[in-house]
């Protein structure tokens, strides 16, 4: 033992004894051979000068400029060497953009500082951290690509819901259902891109750049898991972002669709709703999605398991971990798995800019239908709605019915719109999770 | 085949919609079923007992609670 660190301080030593490295290298080479069978496998001497040239070789500056011939993807391909070299540089930079869009104008910090993060550390070369070994690979590979994150992502938004607004007045319920259109719509959209040859998409691929348009982040991951994961990236990242941009895409399409007459408009209060009636309700949702429609059950279900726990009333811890430390350590580790996808070789593709357009038009699409078809619902007899709610339809909860309230106080600044928002966005909500249920049934 | 995959798009969405629609409007009406239901055989007990007794301490607190809380939304309302 004492011989051993004898040798380990001699070696130290010689490392230390730059100039006379040659004269001595042959017999540091010999003690260092004598200290471990493992430490003879993985480590030769080498000269001083060497081990510069080496060092600088595996600096992050050198692998930027002049990338490794072998060095391979994350999903173990060869990679060209923009993608290695100048394209990382851009997406680190894309994800700079991201953190000033998270911190400097709040646009859905908790999701995205992760996914910029997580895109940050994908990009670095050579330490591979989104590959199949580094953190952010075992991270995806937990509980990305079985689809499990977003699931347990919708319990806790099930815990944090509050269907009460829906059914005090359940006929909105047919807004979040218009709203859907944004989905279907595209669908058409990608597929008639397909057609004409722009892009080469192919239905799977189209249904699951799709459901952007469902505004819902965890149904998108889902759906683009199951339908094809290689656009993962760009599909969840389009997502996200959209939904924190739903302040910025969805009021000057509210605006032009409605006269200031409707804007003002204003909607009678709800009635109260039991407790009774707020504990039956997740079940019987549930049992109409198992009769109606199995394949939406896995979304549907977690959801409304999340609800029941908080309406039961009975089990106040569980609910406390669902909405708080579940949902906050799981949007963590969905940042950093969707942030994996950030690698400047998946997402620095023609694709990813046809996935960004046709998301936001998606958005564009399904904000329209369900602000049409609240002045539709207007048409006929019963309390009449605001259409600045319809845009609520599409899910991103609560964010859609943030803005329809906000639109809406700026035109009367005591017309709060908020509760009768919620109402279409927690049925968008479920009407995105039946239009996934319908996607996957189509190609089973 | 090109063709094709334009009107397999269209059929995606008449379904699709069909579908939500159809499952939403099921829903509206359960919904209604359920809170007549509920509010002709299950009325929430304390809307009940109100006019039954004079009520509790504990009642009483309930009501200063629903007072104050109803106070606060109408301060954040107006």
């Known amino acids: 033992m004492k011989n051993i660190v004898i040798k380990?301080?001699?070696?130290?030593?010689?490392?230390?004894?730059?100039?006379?490295?040659?004269?001595?290298?042959?017999?540091?080479?010999?003690?260092?051979?004598?200290?471990?069978?493992?430490?003879?496998?993985?480590?030769q001497s080498k000269p001083f000068s060497q081990m510069i040239t080496g060092f600088l070789k595996s600096t992050g500056i050198v692998a930027l400029v002049h990338p490794r011939a072998d060095e391979l993807s994350a999903t173990g391909k060869p990679m060209s060497d923009f993608h290695k070299g100048l394209g990382r540089v851009i997406m680190i930079l894309v994800t700079f953009l991201l953190f000033w869009l998270a911190i400097a104008k709040g646009f859905e910090?908790?999701?995205?500082?992760?996914?910029?993060?997580?895109?940050?550390?994908?990009?670095?070369?050579?330490?591979?951290?989104?590959?199949?070994?580094?953190?952010?690979?075992?991270?995806?590979?937990?509980?990305?690509?079985?689809?499990?994150?977003?699931?347990?992502?919708?319990?806790?938004?099930?815990?944090?819901?509050?269907?009460?607004?829906?059914?005090?007045?359940?006929?909105?319920?047919?807004?979040?259902g218009a709203a859907q259109f944004g989905i279907f719509g595209t669908l058409v959209g990608a597929v008639v891109l397909a057609h004409y040859g722009f892009v080469d998409f192919t239905l799977k691929q189209a249904s699951a750049i799709s459901i952007i348009g469902g505004a819902d982040g965890p149904t998108s991951i889902f759906i683009a898991t199951k339908l094809s994961p290689e656009l993962l990236g760009a599909i969840a990242v389009a997502s996200y972002s959209y939904m924190a941009m739903v302040p910025i895409i969805q009021p000057p399409i509210m605006r032009a669709l409605t006269t200031d007459k409707e804007r003002k408009m204003r909607m009678s209060t709800l009635?109260?709703?039991?407790?009774?009636?707020?504990?039956?309700?997740?079940?019987?949702?549930?049992?109409?999605?198992?009769?109606?429609?199995?394949?939406?059950?896995?979304?549907?279900?977690?959801?409304?398991?999340?609800n029941f726990l908080k309406e039961s009333g009975v089990v106040e811890r569980l609910n406390d971990t669902l909405q708080n430390s579940l949902i906050?350590?799981?949007?963590?580790?969905?940042?950093?798995?969707?942030?994996?996808?950030?690698?400047?070789?998946?997402?620095?593709?023609?694709?990813?800019?046809?996935?960004m357009i046709l998301g936001v038009i998606a958005f564009a699409v399904g904000t329209a239908a369900g602000?049409?078809?609240?002045?539709?619902?207007?048409?006929?007899?019963?309390?009449?709605?605001?259409?600045?709610?319809?845009?609520?339809?599409?899910?991103?909860?609560?964010?859609?019915?943030?803005?329809?309230?906000k639109v809406g106080m700026e035109y009367d600044r005591t017309n709060m719109l908020l509760m009768h928002a919620m109402g279409p966005n927690v049925a968008g909500v479920i009407g995105s999770a039946v239009a996934a249920g319908v996607l996957i049934s189509l190609f089973q | 085949m090109e063709t094709n995959l334009v009107m397999e798009g269209i059929k995606f969405m008449f379904l699709g919609m069909g579908t939500v629609f159809s499952f939403l409007v099921i829903m509206i009406f359960v919904i209604n079923i359920m809170s007549l239901i509920i509010h002709k055989y299950f009325p929430e007990p304390h809307v009940a007992d109100e006019t039954a007794s004079g009520g509790s301490t504990q009642k009483d607190n309930k009501k200063i609670v629903a007072a104050i809380t109803a106070a606060i939304a109408h301060h954040r309302q107006g």
């Open chain 1, 8 to 43: 380990l301080l001699a070696s130290m030593m010689l490392f230390a004894c730059v100039f006379s490295v040659n004269a001595m290298a042959s017999e540091h080479e010999s003690s260092v051979q004598k200290l471990s069978a493992h430490q003879e496998e993985t480590y």
């Open chain 1, 109 to 176: 910090p908790l999701l995205l500082l992760p996914i910029a993060f997580g895109g940050l550390l994908a990009n670095i070369p050579i330490a591979d951290i989104a590959g199949p070994h580094g953190f952010l690979g075992v991270i995806y590979q937990a509980g990305l690509s079985n689809e499990l994150f977003p699931i347990i992502i919708f319990m806790g938004v099930g815990a944090m819901t509050d269907f009460g607004p829906l059914l005090s007045n359940p006929k909105t319920a047919l807004l979040g």
């Open chain 1, 271 to 306: 009635r109260h709703v039991s407790r009774l009636e707020k504990l039956v309700f997740p079940v019987l949702v549930l049992m109409l999605a198992i009769l109606v429609l199995p394949e939406s059950t896995p979304l549907i279900g977690a959801f409304m398991f999340g």
């Open chain 1, 328 to 355: 906050n350590i799981t949007t963590i580790f969905l940042g950093l798995g969707v942030g994996s996808k950030l690698a400047a070789d998946q997402f620095l593709v023609p694709e990813t800019l046809f996935i």
């Open chain 1, 371 to 405: 602000v049409l078809m609240a002045k539709f619902m207007n048409l006929f007899p019963g309390h009449k709605i605001n259409p600045l709610i319809g845009s609520a339809g599409v899910s991103a909860v609560p964010m859609a019915a943030r803005v329809s309230n």
